[in-house]
């Protein structure tokens, strides 16, 4: 369970809040998607739930953030990892090892898992990702998209209850994401892991998350079930939020006075729309 009450956060010499007036709940088992433009403060959002900020950023924070019951600003980092697992933006920043396999080997023997539960692990880790076969790879020979599934597993290998992905499909064509994002589906419902995830596709969001936090300007405009989100297609454009083409379609026919009912953000939801509108 997160709780972030109150947030507000100014990084050091910043002009303007990152972050301001955050509240948020996030219960376990929940797939949130963060989305907004860039600026938002989306990834000092998450920065705030690992505890990056303001443990590592220094500057003016005000508020607070529980996860699973610890104080980010009292834990500190290191014990917040073992709640939550991130994967950052800068995915080349966050690696350590050279090796595919050494980067994952590094976090387990870090948490301290029992060297018989090792090996084990690290072959469930591939295995989940789909990446066995780059184990002994070099992490600088790997595709964006390899390097980001090696980032995944080496943060599930520690089998956190929590993960924290910060535009995990930034540098992957939409097979490749859509991957990535089944991945993440059966790591939330088969092992109950809640998702966070920033990622700037709607569509993706649309289809995946369960709820959708929409962020501008530091400010947290939305946040509610896909639909509920979806209804108010005129906050998430002054957020400046591309919408998915079948909701602007709903809009359009509703100021024309067609169409009244709940705005569709999938193809299905569109069809029914339609049948609605013609018949
Ligand atoms: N280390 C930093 N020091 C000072 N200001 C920062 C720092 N990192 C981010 N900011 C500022 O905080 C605000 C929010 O930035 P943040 O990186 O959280 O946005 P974002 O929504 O993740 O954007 P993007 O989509 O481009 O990744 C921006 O105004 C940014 O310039
Ligand atoms: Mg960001």
Redesign the pocket.
């Known amino acids: 369970m997160i709780s972030i009450r109150d947030l507000s956060f100014r ?1 050091a ?2 002009g303007r809040d ?1 972050l301001s007036g955050i509240n948020l709940e996030i219960p376990p088992g929940e797939f949130l998607g963060i989305i ?1 433009s ?7 959002l998450t920065y705030a739930l690992n505890g990056i900020v303001p443990h590592h ?1 220094p500057g003016d924070f005000y508020g607070s953030v529980l996860v699973n019951g610890l104080d980010t600003v009292d834990a500190g980092p290191e014990a917040l990892a073992r709640q939550a697992g991130s994967v950052f ?1 800068d995915i080349d920043g966050q690696m350590v090892a050279s090796v595919v396999e050494d980067e994952i080997l590094f976090g387990l023997e870090n948490f301290g898992i029992p060297r018989n539960e090792i090996e084990s692990r690290l072959e469930e880790a591939l295995l989940a990702a789909g990446i066995q076969e780059l184990r002994y790879r070099e992490l600088s020979s790997l595709s964006g998209g390899q390097k980001q599934k090696a980032a995944i597993a080496a943060i599930t290998a520690l089998k956190p209850g929590i993960i924290i992905l910060d ?1 995990p499909t930034g540098e992957l064509d939409p097979q490749s994401s859509r991957k990535i994002f089944d991945y993440l589906r059966e790591l939330n419902e088969k092992q109950g892991i809640t998702i966070i995830v ?1 990622e700037q596709k709607i569509m993706l969001l649309c289809e995946f998350a369960k709820r959708l936090a929409v ?1 501008d300007k ?1 400010v947290l405009v939305r946040e509610g079930t896909v639909t509920e989100v979806l209804q108010r297609p005129d906050i998430l454009e002054g957020a400046g939020v591309n919408i998915p083409r079948v909701t602007t379609l709903g809009k359009a026919l509703g100021e024309k006075g067609l169409y009244r009912g709940e705005l569709p953000h999938n193809l299905p939801q569109a069809e029914a729309m339609m049948k609605e509108v013609l018949c």
């Open positions: 990084y010499g910043g990152a907004g860039s600026g938002a403060g989306k990834s000092t950023y933006q535009e920033v962020m530091g």
